[in-house]
């Protein structure tokens, strides 16, 4: 039988490296001998945006973009933002999340406000899901910008893929000299 | 060669390299830009450059074509409009060297100001057009084209769609060709001159050729069929295929690599067996339609949307009238989060004050399209890329002289140079007394920050000679001309004030980097911070919409402003809009 095709959907505000990330799990995926389609939009001027990428796998992958509600896993690098895209993922899925929160403009205006309690919210539809402090396990690995890999190790938690193959991945993307830290910030993310 | 992962446009690239491509142009257009930024980048023997706009793209092609050599042209779908010109002959005169042009469309508007099916465009133009459905297929497909554009003596044309060029899947390079011939000069004017004599021999040279190919392509591999079960069947083209395959993975599929002109003969041994027919193809219902005229009863259409793109939900809720699954909804009504003008953006005091002189705007295509966002609020129009200038003109020679003053066009630098030159020099030799403003940023912000004429480098990098936008506009007639710092903002205001009441044409360039400029343009600064005790909660510091400007209502007694000292990159416009001196400079430590 046919392996299922897994789904993972990558959420967050544009400038915080949500694409980088998802290049990074799709060469994982590649090494890991999986057919594998990523897709997602970019070119208008999305900082700030909301900015959604689509990362599928499996033995055979047609579609670039997951099917409406069968997202496995959201994983998301902002709180609203996971919380925004929840329609997509299936009755059965988890979330990943970090617990930052990022003002959109008509909040920072005054005239919306920021939803209360998302984390528990989440939990209370989607009981699996994680949301981890990134950014404290990032500052524990020596840099902040390495907030990204903290969450590739709480995502590679959840996906049946050989520690090798993350390795592998990592030394291809990250530059040398930042990939003692980015190493120790992705272990720190999977035991969180 | 080893596998790898690409997306459409890095797998176009590699496509054109392994067809030996010696000259590509393109102006860039989302989604179709990475193309060529990753030919300048890995493919450093190819000659590639950005040209001014689509059409001198174009033509820069044809010439090298021309001279013998195989050149590739790339651009978004309303690129398409812009170049048709030259295009519509090209079909005539065929090529020497193979000459493809890669058009990406944009179903769903991810970032476009209209939704338009270039396919139409082919047909229009009697240009063969292939589609492919992946990233290996991108590749596959560029090189094929290059093969038939010799073969046949024809430009062209490959489809892209938003969800081939930004998609990513596996891809399996092969060694590029050998043995191609060198350029060299060689006249054959009765192909290459197009005046009525020889153009309406070529004309029936076209009509054969298109004949010829539509019966060539039913039995090529770039057109399949794949058996399922059952009898429904599927026709369908470029990433629509991987959404049947997704939502009826029994039915039969022809797959149809080449979309005009139409293997018909495929088609029919196709559909007599099959009972029950479907064309699933994003956007219009083209291959549909010319199905349809066979003779041949399809469904496609009248199940699945016109406007947007395909989704495998959007397919199944048409076909199989299955409901789009939906986990869990978010009960609260959510906070939407559209792009904005970066923090320090040059542009958003212009807009700020246009807004406060109650400007009528006429926008262009660009970032700052982002000014007709509120709280900034201040455009008016938006047409198309260089339409700012124009329909400034138009508007001022039918409003009362009182209301033309409030007339201001807002172009970026490099729309002025793609083709609001040509609105600019309209509007001196009609004396238009509207007032220009060329937004220069110093790079093309909105696709991810590229270069051109105006910016003193090339594609590649190399220092090139830099336009001098004053001396231009000076020298198509414009006698007022003037240049500011955007970060002025009272200066800023005061000289908008006095163009706008000028009975005349005249140009203010707005002159600041981009902020996230490529070369080390940006002065950084430290960021501000607001003081507690003397913001006084008056609010004008938001109505600047600057991302690093934050709303606290529980702070104080009626709520303060506050800065993200993460994201504030000092520029202070805001420190000029608070009447009560209440932002302050954070000390550099």
């Known amino acids: ?192 | 060669m080893d596998k790898t992962i690409l997306s459409g446009n890095e797998a176009f690239a590699r496509g054109a390299f392994e067809a030996g491509v010696k000259v590509a142009s393109a102006y860039p257009g989302t989604p179709s830009t990475e193309i060529l930024e990753n030919i300048a980048h890995h493919y450093p023997s190819i000659d590639s450059s950005w040209a001014p706009n689509e059409k001198v793209s174009l033509e820069v092609a044809i010439g090298a074509s021309f001279g013998g050599a195989r050149a590739l042209c790339t651009m978004k779908h309303v690129g398409v409009n812009v170049a048709a010109d030259p295009l519509f002959t090209l079909s005539y005169t065929g090529v020497r060297g193979g000459l493809v042009l890669i058009v990406a469309d944009d179903p769903e508007l991810h970032s476009s100001q209209n939704e338009q099916d270039s396919r139409h465009y082919a047909r229009f133009a009697k240009v063969p057009m292939f589609e492919p459905s992946d990233s290996e297929e991108a590749r596959a497909f560029t090189r094929l084209a290059f093969e038939a554009s010799e073969q046949f003596d024809t430009p062209v044309m490959v489809r892209s769609t938003t969800r081939i060029s930004h998609s990513k899947s596996i891809v399996y390079p092969q060694a590029p060709v050998e043995g191609l011939p060198a350029p060299s000069l060689a006249r054959d004017p009765a192909k290459l001159v197009m005046l009525p004599g020889n153009a309406r021999k070529r004309h029936y040279f076209v009509e054969e050729r298109l004949a010829k190919m539509a019966e060539w392509s039913c039995a090529q591999a770039f057109n399949r069929i794949e058996k399922g079960k059952g009898d429904v069947g599927v026709i369908t083209a470029g990433v629509a295929y991987q959404y049947a395959k997704e939502v009826l993975p029994e039915a039969h599929v022809l797959k149809i690599g080449l979309v005009h002109p139409l293997p018909k003969q495929l088609i029919r041994d196709f559909a007599a067996r099959c009972k029950t027919l479907y064309v699933i193809e994003e956007l219009d219902p083209f291959i549909e339609e010319q199905v349809r005229a066979m003779g041949i009863a399809v469904h496609g259409k009248d199940q699945l949307p016109i406007c947007g793109e395909l989704t495998p939900g959007r397919v199944a809720a048409g076909l199989l009238k299955k409901e789009i699954p939906q986990g869990h909804t978010p009960s609260e009504t959510l906070p939407q989060r559209p792009p904005n003008m970066c923090p320090g953006c040059p542009h958003r005091g212009v807009f700020y004050q246009l807004n406060r002189l109650k400007a009528y705007v006429t926008g262009d295509i660009g970032c700052y399209t982002l000014g007709f966002m509120p709280p900034l609020s201040a455009m008016d129009t938006c047409v198309c890329m260089g339409a700012s200038i124009g329909n400034a003109t138009g508007i001022s020679k039918v409003l009362p002289p009182e209301d033309q003053k409030k007339v201001v066009a807002v172009i970026g630098d490099s729309t002025f140079l793609h083709t609001g030159i040509n609105g600019l020099i309209d509007m001196v030799y009609n004396g238009s007394t509207a007032t220009v403003i060329i937004l220069d940023n110093s790079t093309t912000g909105m696709t991810g920050r590229q270069d051109h004429p105006g910016t003193g480098y090339s594609l590649k990098g190399d220092p090139s000679y830099q336009v001098d936008l004053e001396a231009l506009c000076r020298s198509v007639g414009v006698k007022h001309v003037y240049t500011i710092d955007p970060y002025g903002l009272e200066e800023t205001r005061e000289l908008i004030k006095r163009e706008m009441e000028r009975p005349e044409t005249s140009v203010i360039i707005t002159r600041r980097a981009c902020m996230l400029h490529k070369r080390d343009l940006i002065q950084r600064k430290p960021p501000l911070f607001v003081d507690a005790d003397k913001c006084t909660a008056c609010k004008a510091c938001l109505k600047l919409g600057c991302p690093a400007i934050k709303w606290n209502p529980s702070a104080g007694t009626k709520g303060q402003a506050e800065i993200d000292k993460l994201i504030c990159v000092g520029c202070e416009v805001c420190m000029q809009v608070c009447k009560f001196g209440a932002f302050g400079v954070c000390d550099e430590n």
Do not use: C
């Open chain 1, 1 to 192: 039988m046919k392996t299922k095709v897994q789904n993972i959907l990558l959420v967050g505000v544009g400038g915080q490296g949500i694409l980088l990330a998802s290049e990074v799990l799709s060469e994982v995926l590649m090494l890991s001998g999986h057919d594998v389609k990523k897709a997602e939009v970019h070119g208008m001027a999305q900082r700030g945006g909301s900015v959604v990428s689509h990362v599928r796998y499996g033995e055979k992958v047609y579609s670039p973009i997951i099917p409406e509600g069968e997202a496995d896993i959201l994983f998301g690098f902002e709180l609203l933002e996971s919380y925004r895209y929840l329609p997509l993922l299936k009755k059965e899925g988890q979330v990943v999340a970090s617990d930052l929160q990022i003002v959109p403009p008509g909040v920072a205006l005054g005239k919306e406000s920021y939803p209360e309690d998302i984390p528990a919210k989440i939990k209370a539809a989607f009981p699996r899901s994680r949301i981890v402090n990134a950014m404290a396990l990032a500052q524990q690995a020596g840099n902040m910008r390495t907030v990204n890999t903290v969450l590739l190790g709480a995502l590679s938690n959840l996906m049946d893929i050989p520690e090798g193959a993350w390795n592998q991945a990592m030394h291809n993307r990250v530059p040398a000299k930042f990939l003692e830290e980015n190493l120790k910030a992705f272990a720190l993310g999977r035991q969180a």
